[in-house]
């Protein structure tokens, strides 16, 4: 079964594809259980952690009084309970081979009763175990029972776990290194997370494909993600008990171990994209739910589309896709498909034309379409695309279709003693992926649509209504030069992150950024930074969504929206990383460049020129060389030649 499954052209993809088989999946996590058994553990207070960690974790007794937390900035956290003072940090090292190690921690025990409670738990120095260099090779990351056995959903249900570079709290303003919080920042990094290694509500496998087991991710013995010395590393983890209120009370711990190697491994990267939705119409989403990236879809939708795009700005080959990296809320998850070039060479700029408000998402009985529909539209312009590649010669990349998946879910049956409604629980959504090779060159785009709609619409133990996000898709990827090179780290990434940012009406979304490129804030412009609360007020209520002033909109991520650029300067801040050093004209290229291009871009001094490409042709501009009353004369330069040649506005060297 798995040979016929995994048939790749490439040798590597298929070895991928074998350890993420069931078989392959229940093989690794005996090794760990093997591994694990082996521990001497060192039980300390989470509060008193070793290895210069720090422990915070708190919990709310609801989603309600957790929403409530997140609906100003910064959070409010007056109905958290604190549980630190209450937890054990147990950790421990195995030596599994020559240089490599599993690093174990398991926090708790947790105590929870049901009614959709919010546990949040952060951890500093996550990757402590390891003072040189060294490569990440696995990661498991879930909540056990005392005695380490892995715990499904339901009862307990995922939200995330992260093992991630960005430190992202609710209940603590700042990491132990100083590291601000994510939701403290007064300008926050365009993308709010950048992480490794996780897990979410949809990670655990159907039984058939190996339940629980599907917590571990691994990657074979000689590849591995790599991490330099001085990059901090955070452990971030939201927990919900989903059973009914008032359940039997169940005792838990949280267990996250990686597995880390100084061997001489081929390094490869992370790749994960996503997009933000457009509102479902009537519905609009709490300033909690617009933070996370949410919209609100109701019990009675109707089918609908959403779809982005993103540009890989550096030449490679996808080596794993979907399995263990994707993610979906999968109750209202109808499907996807993913294909190789723009959106309008699957036809969906003609889509669109006939579509509704420009804030909404796209509503297929509108448009007297299915999904299938869209789907047989989308191959059409595909094929035809590329028989003119084939008739003419002149594409610098072929579209095609590449892969599609359906929902991830599985039928769980009521269990009155425990709590547990019956009901559709998420899983892990496997894609069918065409298994010739998977290249791309610098500046290829690939193109995600997503289908929404509620998959059984009589499964009601989820709350209504459900906030949703697009699927987002997450690969492994190796780059050619990694390829050429092992050991030319020069431009080696751990994490290609693509934040797709609705804009144009061509496409659902069109604004790429990455956030392991573009991070970080901008040094204040002259004249300082100018905020007008009521327009901010304005300008969120179009995307329905009700904020008090310009901070709360930055901390949500409005100001990025082109409606919402004139709300918020977003000149303000300090610039991300290590002892920045400042230069006062990178501020006013951030602010020109959102004016005439609609992107932001947040720099450092090590960031010093902007590029711009299609797969056609490539254009530098060295901004730092330029006097300041220059820069916004050369940025316009630039942005005339981005537009006239559709090129991608991605990249600051």
């Known amino acids: 079964m798995v040979d016929a499954l995994c048939n790749f052209e490439s040798a590597v993809q298929t070895e991928f594809c074998r350890l993420y088989s069931p078989e392959g999946r229940k093989a690794a996590l005996a090794q760990y259980i093997e591994a694990k058994s082996k521990c001497d553990w060192k039980e300390d ?124 709290s609710y209940v603590q303003a700042a990491s132990k290194n100083g590291a601000t919080s994510l939701f403290y920042q007064a300008t926050p990094p365009f993308i709010v997370d950048e992480y490794t290694f996780h897990m979410h509500g949809d990670s655990p496998c159907t039984e058939d ?44 711990w949280l267990e996250f171990s990686i597995k880390i190697s100084t061997a001489d491994l081929i390094p490869v990267s992370k790749l994960f994209a996503s997009g933000v939705i457009g509102r479902y119409p009537g519905l609009s989403a709490t300033a ?144 069918m992926c065409a298994t010739s090779q998977w290249s791309y060159r610098a500046g290829e785009v690939f193109t995600v649509v997503s289908f929404l709609g509620r998959v059984f619409p009589n499964d009601t133990h989820y709350p209504l209504p459900y906030g949703m996000h697009p699927f987002s898709f997450g690969a492994i990827v190796i780059d050619d030069h990694v390829l050429k090179d092992r050991h030319d780290l020069s431009v080696y990434q751990q994490n290609y992150r693509y934040h797709c940012m609705k804009n144009e009406p061509e496409t659902t979304f069109n604004t790429w950024t990455d956030q392991t490129i573009l991070r970080g804030g901008g040094e204040a412009a002259a004249g300082g930074c100018i905020d007008d609360d009521a327009l901010a007020a304005e300008r969120a209520s179009a995307y329905g969504v009700s904020i008090g002033g310009c901070a709360e909109g930055k ?38 460049l959102l004016m005439v291009v609609g992107c932001w871009v947040g720099f450092c001094a090590r960031k010093r020129r902007i590029t711009a490409f299609d797969p056609a042709r490539t254009t530098t501009q060295d ?26 506005l991605t990249r600051v060297a």
């Open 209 to 252: 494909d190996g339940g629980t087991a599907c917590y571990l991710m691994p990657l074979p013995s000689e590849y591995g993600i790599r991490f330099p010395t001085e990059d901090s590393m955070y452990f971030n983890a939201e927990i919900n008990d989903v059973r009914r209120p008032q359940s039997p009370a169940l005792e838990w």
């Open 288 to 431: 909690a739910q617009a933070r996370q990236g949410l919209v609100m879809l109701p019990g009675d939708m109707r089918d609908a589309m959403a779809f982005y795009s993103f540009p890989m700005h550096q030449a490679g080959q996808f080596l794993h896709l979907g399995t263990g990296l994707s993610h979906a809320h999968q109750a209202y998850n109808k499907g996807y498909i993913i294909f190789t070039g723009r959106p309008a060479d699957g036809g969906l700029h003609a889509l669109l034309s006939a579509g509704g408000a420009a804030d909404e998402m796209v509503i297929l009985d509108r448009l007297n379409l299915t999904i299938q529909g869209v789907v047989s539209h989308v191959r059409r312009h595909l094929t035809r695309q590329a028989e003119k590649c084939a008739a003419f010669g002149n594409c610098s990349y072929v579209p095609r279709y590449r892969c599609h998946g359906g929902p991830g879910l599985e039928f769980v049956d009521e269990d009155v003693r425990a709590g547990i409604d019956a009901g559709y629980y998420d899983r892990m959504a496997s894609p």
């Open 45 to 168: 207070s989470a509060k008193d952690a070793p290895h210069n960690m720090s422990v915070r974790a708190a919990a709310w007794s609801n989603s309600s009084s957790y929403e409530h937390a997140l609906s100003v900035s910064p959070p409010d956290t007056s109905q958290a309970n604190e549980l630190t003072q209450k937890l054990q940090l147990h950790t421990c090292r195995v030596d599994v081979a020559d240089a490599t190690h599993w690093q174990v921690m398991r926090l708790g025990p947790f105590v929870t009763n049901g009614g959709w409670d919010w546990i949040e738990t952060n951890i500093d120095n996550a990757l402590y175990s390891e003072s040189r260099d060294a490569f990440v090779t696995a990661a498991l990351m879930a909540p056990v029972f005392a005695n380490g056995t892995l715990i499904g959903y339901p009862p307990l249900h995922v939200h995330h776990m992260h093992l991630t570079q960005t430190y992202q």
């Open 555 to 592: 901390s949500m991520g409005l100001c990025q929206f082109p409606e919402g650029r004139e709300m918020c300067p977003l000149t303000c801040g300090t610039c991300g990383g290590p002892k920045p050093q400042h230069v006062p004209q990178l501020a006013a290229v951030g602010a020109a």
């Open 623 to 648: 901004f730092l060389s330029l006097p300041r009353a220059e820069v916004e004369t050369a940025v316009a330069e630039l942005a005339v030649q981005v537009k006239e040649h559709e090129m991608l």
